[in-house]
């Protein structure tokens, strides 16, 4: 009986053993799944970017096989656990305050992807710890490297050639390899270069700034700007738009010896269009009218809308024209700008001439934008300017010969739209263009401008833009004045 009781024992000893055993293994393999998988972050995010099937960036390393990533992932867990162990030497660690900030950046995205054909986002949450004269950023979630560009124009190479790559990397191998953090921020580090083509307004708003805000929108403020090949005058010159956007100083981090460490960080600006914002790609659908909002707290613009107040007849309520001058530009100027003035006035406007590149007092000339009905000029950055009109007002752009409808269209036509801006078009012909003084009548530069365009964009440029100087004719340009009066809600009757 004994020998039968104890065979009988045996195999249950084994059974439970094995049970055991298959219980262990499960947990086991749970914990890889979930380091292998969990997201960056916290999970519920609200207000992220939507993107259409977002493509990843290439990235500095191949792509890791199964068993790698799955060893890499216990790598990290292991990192992070060592690192929530408090040091001495280290910083106070993030508050809860400083962990929500990082709820805004998505992290069921790739690190890095691309936003647009124009543009790379990189985000990550976590242990973040930025040094900026290397242009690194180590993060204690990531498991290889990525590179990007900050600046919204990766399809032009030139371009690209003037703003500093950046990398975001895993922590160092070892113990104590991290770099240790020497300045600590609740806020999300938001890195964007201001190298490319900035200098000129219609790059300043359509690759910087507007994708900047874009981008920082959805972080209420709490959101540090650190910019790569940083300009002293340009910041200065758009210095309250960044403390609209920011609660924080914008710092040179090319030129910074700190290890600043923040719980999120995001790589890059999002473009979405030439001089706009679509909100339905945008957090929170946000527009290029939360964006023009913002400007006018940024500037002290007083006029929303083009509405009059008080009596419509009023002499100071006359419609006031601006005529952008571009005396000091090369190409692309007015010839008969005071007849052109004293056309529009004996029309009842209140006459203004203004050059934006003579002055780098950004907000004088805001001011002055955003107190005219109708802004009218050449094609050119000088046309920017529309972000300070007040919704209702007209612009008038004056297209150059050449065949140029095309890049007016592009640029600031399409845009108008979605400022609230009506749009009116003076298309110059050939004798209203100084390019018949400078070549023969049967040249191609004035007999087939197509065929200058075919040249390339160095070509058209040099010779439709560089070199030409306009005289509108002032009873075709009368017409075009008569109707941007009609459009204007305070127009006269007659």
Not at 107 to 120: F, G, I, L, N
Not at 166 to 180: E, I, N, V
Not at 227 to 246: A, C, D, L, P, T
Request: with cysteine; aromatic share 8%; hydrophobic share 40%.
């Amino acid at each position: 009986m004994k020998s039968r009781s104890s065979a009988r024992g045996e195999p249950r000893r084994f059974g439970n053993v094995a049970l055991l055993a298959l219980m262990l293994c499960s947990l086991v393999a749970l914990s890889l799944i979930r380091a292998r998988f969990s997201p960056i972050g916290n999970t519920a995010v609200a207000g992220t970017i939507k993107v259409e099937d977002p493509k990843p960036v290439v990235v500095s390393k191949p792509a890791a096989t199964a068993e790698a990533d799955e060893a890499a992932a216990v790598a990290v867990e292991e990192d992070k656990e060592e690192e929530a162990q408090p040091k001495d030497e280290e910083i106070q660690p993030k508050t809860e305050q400083a962990l929500d900030a990082a709820v805004a950046v998505d992290a069921s995205k790739p690190v890095c992807y691309e936003t647009s054909r124009r543009s790379d986002t990189c985000e990550a949450a976590g242990d973040v710890r930025l040094l900026g004269r290397s242009q690194t950023i180590y993060v204690d979630t990531l498991e290889r490297e990525w590179k990007t560009r900050p600046y919204c124009r990766k399809h032009d190479t030139y371009a690209l050639s003037h703003v500093k790559e950046w990398s975001l990397k895993p922590f160092p191998s070892g113990d104590g390899a991290a770099p240790k953090c020497t300045s600590n921020s609740s806020a999300t580090a938001f890195v964007i270069s201001t190298g490319g083509f900035t200098g000129n307004p219609f790059h300043d708003y359509t690759d910087v700034l507007i994708p900047a805000f874009i981008t920082a929108h959805r972080f209420a403020g709490e959101v540090q700007f650190l910019v790569s090949s940083y300009k002293s005058w340009w910041i200065s010159r758009y210095i309250q738009i960044f403390q609209q956007m920011s609660r924080y100083e914008v710092v040179d981090i090319d030129a910074d010896d700190e290890v600043r460490c923040y719980p999120s960080a995001v790589v890059g600006p999002t473009f979405h269009k030439e001089l706009g914002v679509d909100p339905s790609k945008a957090p929170s659908g946000v527009s290029v009218a939360d964006f023009r909002k913002m400007l006018r707290s940024a500037f002290g613009l007083e006029r929303a809308t083009a509405t009059p107040s008080g009596d419509r007849w009023d002499i100071r309520r006359r419609p006031r024209l601006l005529i952008i001058s571009r005396r000091t530009s090369r190409g692309r100027a007015f010839m008969n700008e005071r007849a052109m003035a004293d056309m529009a006035g004996s029309l009842g406007f209140d006459v203004r001439i203004g050059d934006p590149d003579t002055t780098s007092d950004t907000s004088k000339f805001a001011r002055l934008v955003n107190s005219c009905d109708v802004m009218v000029g050449v094609h050119g950055a000088g046309l920017t300017n529309m972000v300070f009109l007040p919704a209702g007002a007209v612009l008038v752009q004056v297209v150059p010969y050449g065949r140029l409808e095309w890049l007016a269209r592009n640029t600031f036509a399409e845009p108008s739209a979605g400022m609230e801006v009506h749009y009116l078009e003076y298309v110059v012909q050939l004798d209203e263009t100084t390019l018949s003084e400078q070549y023969p009548s049967d040249h191609l530069v004035l007999k087939d401008p197509m065929a200058i365009h075919k040249q390339g964009w160095d070509a058209l440029k040099t010779t439709y833009l560089d070199k030409q100087n306009v005289r509108p004719h002032l009873g075709r340009l009368k017409k075009t004045f008569l109707q941007a009066l009609k459009m204007l809600p305070h127009g006269r009757d007659d």
